[in-house]
T-cell receptor, first 110, second 116 residues
Framework: QQQVKQSPQSLIVQKGGISIINCAYE??????FPWYQQFPGKGPALLIA?????SEKKEGRFTISFNKSAKQFSLHIMDSQPGDSATYFC?????????FGAGTRLTVKP | KAGVTQTPRYLIKTRGQQVTLSCSPI?????VSWYQQTPGQGLQFLFE???????NKGNFPGRFSGRQFSNSRSEMNVSTLELGDSALYLC???????????????FGPGTRLTVL
């Protein structure tokens, strides 16, 4: 069932540091790769997303790097802040299916 | 603009019972998707409805069903509840006329179902 592998499970970063979360997918039909941020008691919220025709997308402090040949993509959070402490999920989808990674619990220490 | 709303937020049921969860999408959104979130299995896609029709379905048994009304509101039903059905059930809506990867999905806060 699991077609998206996410690592690490948990991550502790100092304020101002870079947080990096990695995902790998199997289904080459997937054409949409979003990252979601989830705070306790809330639903996931879209952070940033990429399609396979580009190798990198940046929005503010958040960057997705995408490697189509390796079927891998990653989220980089620059200048990490305590307010970024949350669980992050990668996902991969086509029009008919969406698969999620297991999640990474990020803690940013002040 | 109001976000996705889900009711109830918390629910406790016993094994064998059935449950109905409700989702009101963002105004104008016609696609509604349902997801199950558990500590063990993570986030899993249940099904998607668009224009009152089930357009896509994940790998869940037939005990899980849903429907969508003409105003795009959606309900999800789980019959013959099992202990393993305890989870956070999330609903997401989007404009998407083309499928799950076409448009941004906006998630609701979820319904926490506990099966005793």
């Amino acid at each position: 069932q699991q077609q998206v592998k996410q690592s690490p499970q948990s991550l502790i970063v100092q304020k101002g540091g870079i947080s990096i979360i990695n995902c790998a997918y199997e289904n080459t039909a997937f054409d949409y790769f979003p990252w979601y941020q989830q705070f306790p008691g809330k639903g996931p919220a879209l952070l940033i997303a990429i399609r396979p025709d580009v190798s990198e997308k940046k929005e503010g402090r958040f960057t997705i790097s995408f490697n189509k040949s390796a079927k891998q993509f990653s989220l980089h959070i620059m200048d990490s802040q305590p307010g970024d402490s949350a669980t992050y999920f990668c996902a991969a989808s086509d029009n008919n299916d969406m698969r999620f990674g297991a999640g990474t619990r990020l803690t940013v220490k002040p | 603009k109001a976000g996705v709303t889900q009711t109830p937020r918390y629910l406790i049921k016993t094994r064998g019972q059935q449950v109905t969860l409700s989702c009101s999408p963002i105004s104008g959104h016609r696609s509604v998707s349902w997801y199950q979130q558990t500590p063990g299995q993570g986030l899993q896609f249940l099904f998607e409805y668009f224009s009152e029709t089930q357009r896509n379905k994940g790998n869940f048994p037939g005990r899980f069903s849903g429907r969508q009304f003409s105003n795009s509101r959606s309900e999800m039903n789980v019959s013959t509840l099992e202990l393993g059905d305890s989870a956070l059930y999330l609903c997401a809506s989007s404009f998407s006329s083309g499928g799950l990867s076409t448009d941004t999905q906006y998630f609701g806060p979820g319904t926490r179902l506990t099966v005793l």
